[in-house]
């Protein structure tokens, strides 16, 4: 056997493999929204980042911090654009210790990170900046149909679908519900055995988390008039946290379709480069 036909033997079995473990993994429901920034031309929309940030501000960053993220970030052209004086005002909400003398506190000032709410665990709940990257909604190359080759990993999907996917108490838990709240989209949390069939298979999707529901239809007043549904909050809680995950994707996909463009260019002169180049030698044979 030749080395590039061992190498596509180890890939494939590799590809199988995971196929295998993806078919292990538990079941959960993860619904595979549109978002603008999907595809090669895809945008966030600048709307949807500050309304996301809304979110965050109002509901979530009372248990989850944002490390990686500045106040000033949020000013970012390709980001949520907010006008200086609101980045700065967002900064005064919090207060930081001071750098010349640490007992005393000064208002927060667009350099400054999101800082993380003090009085939970360590790592609990777990930090938001890189979460749309860090967890995935798509598995397996096969798995559930909907693979991670088309729809990249699904953060923002995963998101959305926790934030949407709570659920009343299953039958099969009523007597015996393990702590937390029933959600369809979460893999790792408590599940009672009473749901467990003879097999061993999991009769529900998902698990229990520590987290109870957050978004609810008209959980905040959107600035900017949009109708606060539970599906827009998920949405644009979700969009919001992809772009803290990865506030240089405009950049990227630009970058690409430039170099694109540029190859074409490149691909017709070296083309009629070499016509010209043989050109004389051609004439010589005829
Ligand atoms: C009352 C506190 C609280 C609030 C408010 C809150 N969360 Fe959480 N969140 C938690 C806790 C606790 C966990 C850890 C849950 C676990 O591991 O069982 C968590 C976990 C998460 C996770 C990780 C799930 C995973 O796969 O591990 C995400 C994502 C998340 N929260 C998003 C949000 C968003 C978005 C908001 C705002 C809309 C929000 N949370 C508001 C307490 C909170």
């Known amino acids: 056997m030749n080395a ?5 033997l180890a890939a494939v079995s590799a590809i199988a493999l995971a196929g295998a473990a993806g078919a292990a993994e538990v079941e959960t429901v993860i619904k595979d929204v549109r978002f603008t920034f999907e595809g090669p031309f895809g945008q966030y929309d600048q709307a949807q980042l500050q309304r996301g940030f809304q979110i965050y501000n109002e509901v979530c960053a009372a248990c989850h ?4 993220v500045a106040f000033r970030h949020l000013g970012a052209e390709t980001g949520p654009f907010f006008p200086e004086e609101q980045v700065q005002a967002i900064a005064a909400q919090w207060e930081f210790p001071r750098e010349d003398d640490p007992s005393e506190m000064r208002p927060g000032q667009p350099f400054d990170y999101f800082p993380t709410p003090e009085y939970f665990g360590d790592g609990v709940p777990p930090d938001l900046s890189l979460m749309a990257k860090a967890r995935a909604g798509f598995h397996g190359p096969q798995g559930t149909g909907i693979n991670q080759l088309f729809r990249g990993i699904g953060g923002p999907e995963y998101i959305y679908s926790l934030m949407t996917g709570y659920a009343d108490t299953p039958e099969c838990a009523i007597d015996n519900e393990p702590n937390g709240y029933y959600n ?3 893999a790792v949390g408590a599940f009672p055995d009473s ?12 698990s229990w988390i520590a987290m109870p529901q957050q978004l609810y239809d008209d959980l905040v007043d959107y600035a900017d008039g949009t109708p606060a549904t539970e599906h827009q909050l998920a949405m644009d809680i979700a969009s919001f946290l992809m772009w803290t995950a990865e506030p240089k994707m405009m950049e990227r996909k630009e970058a690409g379709l430039r170099n694109i463009v540029w ?3 490149l691909a017709v ?9 043989w050109a004389p030698v051609k004439r010589e044979d005829g």
Do not use: Q, S, W
Request: charge should be positive; glycine fraction near 8%.
């Open 4 to 8: 590039f036909r061992k190498t596509l």
């Open 263 to 265: 190859l074409v260019v």
């Open 184 to 186: 369809k989209a979460f």
């Open 195 to 206: 749901c467990i069939d003879e097999h061993g298979h999991r009769m529900v999707p998902g």
């Open 269 to 277: 002169l070296l083309y009629f480069t070499n016509k010209r180049i």
């Open 65 to 68: 911090g944002m490390r990686y």
